[in-house]
C-alpha cells in the first residue's frame, strides 16, 4: 500500500463511521451539544443517548462500546444498557436516576433518564468511573447542557 494511502484510509474510515451515527437533534449544532455534555459530565466512560419521543435516537454522546456496555441497574441484579433505558424513557417512563458500585473496584454507576424538560425529546444517560457522581446530580448538568446547547427554549423572565 502506498504511503499517501495509508494515511487516507484511517481518515475515510473515521469519517465514515461518524456519518453512520445519530447527528443531533434538528436545529441544534452538534458541536455545541457535543461541547455542553462534554463540559458537563464528560468522561471516557460517559454515554448520553437522545431520541424522539417515539423513540427514534437522533444523538448519540460517547462510542458505541460505552454505550453498548451492560452495568448494573442499581437495583437489583439486572444489567443494562443506556438503550434500554432509552427505550423505556422513549415509551412513557419518568426520570429515572440511580448509582451504585460499579463490579470494577473502586468505581461508580450513574444513571440519569427522562425527558428533556421544554422540549419534546427524552434522554437516557449512563456513566461510570472512579469519580462519578450520583444520578441526581448527573440529570441536573444534563438539563443545564442542554439549554446551554439550545435543546430548549430559556425560561420567559419572571416564570
Not at 475515510?12 to 455534555?37: H, M, N, Q, T, Y
Not at 444523538?59 to 462500546?65: D, L, Q, V, W
Not at 427522562?114 to 450520583?134: C, D, F, Q, R
Request: aromatic residues 4%; glycine residues 12%; contains cysteine.
Amino acid at each position: 500500500m502506498s504511503a499517501r494511502l495509508s494515511f487516507l484510509l484511517p481518515i475515510f474510515v473515521s469519517l465514515s463511521l461518524a456519518a453512520c451515527g445519530p447527528k443531533a437533534p434538528e436545529g441544534v449544532d452538534k458541536a455545541v451539544l457535543d461541547a455542553a455534555i462534554n463540559q458537563a459530565v464528560g468522561d471516557p466512560g460517559t454515554c448520553v443517548l437522545i431520541a424522539e419521543a417515539g423513540g427514534r435516537q437522533v444523538y448519540r454522546f460517547g462510542t458505541h462500546a460505552v454505550c453498548g456496555r451492560k452495568l448494573p441497574a442499581c437495583a437489583g441484579e439486572e444489567v443494562r444498557t443506556a438503550g434500554d433505558v432509552l427505550k423505556l424513557v422513549a415509551d412513557g417512563r419518568q426520570v429515572d436516576t440511580a448509582s451504585c458500585a460499579s463490579p470494577s473496584p473502586g468505581r461508580r454507576v450513574a444513571w440519569a433518564a427522562g425527558p428533556i424538560v421544554g422540549s419534546t425529546l427524552v434522554y437516557a444517560a449512563v456513566m461510570e468511573g472512579p469519580n462519578t457522581p450520583p444520578g441526581i446530580v448527573v440529570a441536573d448538568k444534563l438539563q443545564t447542557a442542554f439549554r446551554k446547547a439550545g435543546l430548549v427554549e430559556p425560561a420567559a423572565p419572571g416564570t
